[in-house]
């Protein structure tokens, strides 16, 4: 089982359970069409971000397939909500699992989203119940493509107007990366 009971924290952030007190944020996020345009869902409201909410809360661990942890993130000074990281079991058997993030467009280009998703990564693989961790973006998010590949992932594969999304087929890249190459990238880094 992979859960965790304090904060994570990274050089300048906080990774953290949900709270109820994280609605406000939470629907600010995700009411923004530029943060929602390549995720499955259109900009949503307060009630709508609420049920959200609702949901994420009870998303603390994973203990089976089909379970996510997922978790807000946080500047360490401040506390205020700034994006939100998940990691999904999608394969027990296989050790396959998927990271996804989100975070608010006023906080893009600082590493945030690097460093909170590489603290994901690490607590995934440290955990041993993940062998490889893969990511999915729209093959236009040039920004997701880029962060995956800063967090020593591999492009797999391109689907080719793979899904109707939105009122037009829409193109997906993937991307993967295995505990031993995970080990491998965090002996570089700290060499640096």
């Not at 994570?8 to 629907?27: F, G, K, P, Q, V």
């Not at 020593?152 to 993967?176: I, P, V």
Request: glycine share 6%; hydrophobic share 35%.
């Amino acid at each position: 089982m992979l859960t965790i009971t304090d904060p994570i924290e990274t050089d300048r952030l906080l990774l953290r359970s949900y709270r109820h007190n994280d609605l406000d944020a939470l629907a600010d996020l995700l009411s923004i069409p530029e943060v929602m345009r390549y995720l499955f869902e259109e900009p949503l409201s307060h009630n709508e971000a609420e049920a959200t909410l609702h949901r994420r809360i009870l998303m603390q661990a994973i203990e089976r397939e089909g379970d996510r942890l997922a978790l807000v993130v946080t500047p360490r000074k401040s506390g205020t909500m700034i994006g939100t990281v998940n990691l999904t079991l999608r394969h027990e058997e296989h050790q396959q699992g998927e990271v996804g993030y989100v975070f608010h467009p006023d906080h893009h280009g600082k590493g945030y989203a690097t460093e909170a998703t590489q603290a994901l990564l690490e607590l995934g693989f440290r955990s041993g119940m993940f062998h490889r961790i893969y990511g999915r973006c729209d093959a236009r998010n040039i920004q997701s493509m880029k962060l995956m590949e800063r967090l020593g992932m591999r492009r797999e594969a391109h689907f080719t107007e793979n899904e109707w999304f939105k009122g037009e087929w829409r193109s997906e890249y993937h991307y993967a990366i295995l505990r031993r190459e995970w080990e491998v990238a965090k002996q570089a880094r700290r060499y640096r």
